[in-house]
């Protein structure tokens, strides 16, 4: 079990960019913060890691599984919830809206790539480890991701 200074200094430091992809998975304030509680629980519970690098990649991949367990449940399934975007963060919504929208609207697949490419700054080898996939199929999921949010730009401004 770690610290609780060992947890302080972990949320510090990863917290945005939990919250980040929480957001890109959910879409909902109370389901960012539900996720965000598990994968800081199974962190505390975690015994160690090689080092930062591994720890980052740890706390990516444990994210992106609890979201995709949460949205995979029998009460989601089952019951119909709103899509539209609550007020998460000022910050979130307002920075590239047009792109974090579009970005948003892709599959999880190619939704995940996109934002650990672009925002993370992982290369196609360290996403294919983090994501369990081949490089190539890596790179035909960030091409793919690319042509759809640049159909789906073109549709909104008219003009690519």
Not at 41 to 64: C, G, M, N, P
Not at 66 to 93: G, N, Q
Request: net charge positive; glycine share 2%.
């Amino acid at each position: 079990m770690r610290s609780e200074e060992e947890l302080r200094t972990a949320i510090h430091r990863y917290a945005d960019m939990i919250r980040k992809i929480c957001f890109i998975h959910m879409k909902q304030e109370s389901d960012v913060d539900d996720v965000f509680q598990s994968v800081f629980l199974k962190y505390a519970k975690q015994s160690s890691f090689h080092d930062d690098e591994h720890e980052k990649a740890w706390l990516i991949r444990v994210t992106i599984n609890e979201c995709h367990d949460t949205l995979t449940t029998w009460f989601r399934r089952k019951v119909i919830l709103s899509d539209e975007l609550e007020s998460y963060a000022p910050s979130v919504t307002s920075m590239h809206s047009t792109m974090l929208d579009a970005v948003l609207h892709l599959k999880p697949n190619y939704r995940n790539v996109i934002y650990l490419y672009y925002y993370e700054e992982y290369s196609v080898k360290e996403i294919g480890i983090m994501l369990k996939r081949k490089e190539s199929t890596i790179q035909s999921r960030l091409a793919a991701g690319r042509n759809k949010l640049k159909t789906r730009l073109a549709d909104r401004k008219g003009v690519w």
